[in-house]
Structures are given as C-alpha cells and as structure tokens.
C-alpha cells in the first residue's frame, strides 16, 4: 500500500488554505438529518447562505460571492438529537444549539447573536460549555 505524502510544513499548508487567514468568528452548523430536513433545513441553511453572503460575512471563495475575509463559516452537519425539535442550527465558539429554527429566524440569529452577541434566547435550547477546552489553538 502506498502511503499518502502529509504536508508537514505550516506554511504551507496555510498557503493551500486561505481560509485560514480569514478572520473567522462563527461557525454556524445547520442540520441536515432527515428529521430536520423534513422541518425545511435546507431552506434554513439557504437563508443564512444568501443573507451571510449579501453582508460580506459568508467565508468562501469570491468566486462563489463569498468573502475569503469573511467572518462565518457556514456548514451542514448530521443529527445532533434535536429531531424531534428541528431545524437544530449550531453556532460555535458560543455554544449555543437553537430549536425549530426556521428560515424566517434566519435574520435575527445573524443580526442579534452574530453580529450583535446577544443570543436569540426564545431559539436557544441549549449551551454547551467552552469554558475548559485545552485542545484550543492560541
Ligand atoms: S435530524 Fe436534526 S437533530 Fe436529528
């Protein structure tokens, strides 16, 4: 078996990156398992693409209309257990897990919690500690 060849250098794996020089701050994940998908989180998800791109936050290439400096970086992720409560939309570094979130929520997550750091606490069912991390990058 031929063994895969692992970038070692630092510098130049950022270089291959450039998302890693993009300030990020949020990391929002929306769910697309079948319970949630049923609650129109693709269209969840939709909505936070055009509004995060429309406001410059969305990380991405430009050639995408996305911003390689931009502050969000958007992704799906699988159950998290939230199914009978979707759609789940994560947001880290916060912690915070919203419930029945549905697109027409979309701009308030963005502009209270995202831009404004005020958390949408009628969405926020749950928060997940960050205190201790170690693993946490400096
Ligand atoms: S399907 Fe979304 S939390 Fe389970």
Known sequence: MEESIRIRDREELCALS????APIRHH???CNGKSCTSNDS?????AFEVELKARGMLVGKASKGKNPAGSVVLTDCSSVGFC???AAVLVYPDGIWYAQVRASD???IIES???GGRVVER???LRVSTEHNP????
Request: aromatic fraction near 4%; proline fraction near 4%; charged fraction near 20%.
């Open 18 to 21: 450039p998302v890693t020089s």
């Open 28 to 30: 929002v994940f929306v």
């Open 42 to 46: 693709a269209e969840v998800k939709e």
């Open 84 to 86: 009978a409560i979707g």
């Open 106 to 108: 979309v701009h308030e």
């Open 113 to 115: 919690h995202l831009v």
């Open 123 to 125: 969405l926020a069912l």
């Open 135 to 138: 693993a946490r990058a400096e």
